[in-house]
């Protein structure tokens, strides 16, 4: 660029970053004070000013000051719907929590049903059929829940510990309270009674191996270099570019791109997700950028982080009550 290369033209031909390369480059305009650090220690003060190569976090950047707006004070009937916005989204989060504690210590003041949680909350208490760990209802099928039933201490050696469980939070705005209200031991039933199901399920088993197989086959060649071929071969193709935010934790497909190693510099990585319903995604990631949070959202993540604390610091308490109390009764009439 020094010797006169068009900025444009690099970033469109070696920009590892597809999602700014698409856009020539630019990253639009960013308020002073919230730039990523890199960008900051860039230190560019002057239109055009082309930056030194700047270390990040897969590689190196070249960063390039298009334009300088002066800040200005907008008045308040601009920004008032927006303001609102912010306020109400404030207060549903402050009332969310505030709901969850409520909620949370109805749930421990009457271990005995969910119908005090439920009426505090002013929410309606779902009762599902029997389920095992293979066939999970959908509003409880998430990591968190399951190990909370199935590996927690809702079901002992007895069955049903007939308590109800500490409140879990997952994502912005959703939380549970489940409790086990029946047990049944694993069973063999007679094989005329399930030949049926037998038969589908084999073939479903069969199919989903021989899935895996071929995408385990395809991801080996794409990490040795030779996966245009075997692509090609199979007649699978990726699909468009797309940027990916991390929003979700039950997301299989999210899952997985986000527990892959970041790609090297000008190398991408492979990875696959199982998905519910027999399919296999293929995922080729080219490349991960940082994000930094808002301030509402650290703002957010506070807030909960408070919430949870102070729920099992509640537990912890009750827990420790429970094992040190000392209950006496006398047993005497009185005239």
């Excluded at 075997?230 to 991390?246: D, M, Q, R, W, Y």
């Excluded at 949070?293 to 957010?300: C, D, G, K, R």
Aim: charged residues 25%.
């Amino acid at each position: 660029m020094k010797n006169g290369a068009d900025f444009v033209t690099l970033v469109k031909e070696k920009s590892i970053d597809t999602f700014s390369a698409k856009q020539d480059g630019s990253l639009g305009w960013i308020t002073i004070g919230q730039e990523l650090p890199e960008l900051a220690n860039a230190s560019l003060t002057e239109k055009g000013q082309i930056s030194q190569p700047v270390k990040i976090s897969n590689g190196y950047a070249i960063f390039r000051l298009d334009d300088i707006k002066p800040s200005v004070v907008k008045p308040f009937d601009d920004i008032k719907a927006d303001l609102l916005v912010k306020m109400r989204e404030n207060k549903a989060i402050d009332d969310f929590f505030a709901l969850q504690q409520k909620v949370s210590q109805a749930a421990s003041n009457d271990n005995d049903t969910l119908a005090t949680a439920a009426k505090a909350g002013n929410v309606t208490v779902i009762n599902t059929d029997w389920f095992d760990e293979n066939n999970v209802p959908a509003a409880l099928n998430n990591e968190k829940l399951t190990q909370l039933i199935f590996g927690g201490s809702l079901v002992d050696d007895n069955g049903p510990t007939g308590m109800n469980s500490d409140m879990v939070t997952l994502g912005n705005d959703s939380a549970y309270i489940v409790r086990v209200e029946g047990y049944k031991p694993a069973s063999t039933q007679p094989l005329d009674k399930v030949r049926d199901k037998v038969i589908t399920l084999v073939k479903q088993q069969k199919a989903s191996q021989a899935m895996n197989a071929q995408a385990q086959k395809l991801l080996a060649a794409l990490k040795e270099g030779k996966g245009e071929a075997a692509l090609k071969e199979a007649n699978i193709s990726f699909g468009e570019v797309e940027s990916v935010v991390h929003s979700s934790a039950t997301d299989p497909i999210q899952s997985a791109i986000f527990a892959m190693p970041k790609p090297a510099e000008g190398k991408k990585e492979y990875g696959m997700s199982n998905v519910p319903g027999s399919k296999v995604v293929l995922i080729q990631l080219d490349s991960v950028t940082d994000g930094k949070p808002t301030a509402e959202q650290l703002e957010f993540m506070t807030n909960l982080y408070r919430a949870q604390m102070g729920e099992e610091a509640l537990q912890l308490m009750l827990s420790d009550l429970r094992e040190k109390a000392k209950i006496e009764i006398f047993d005497k009439d009185y005239q």
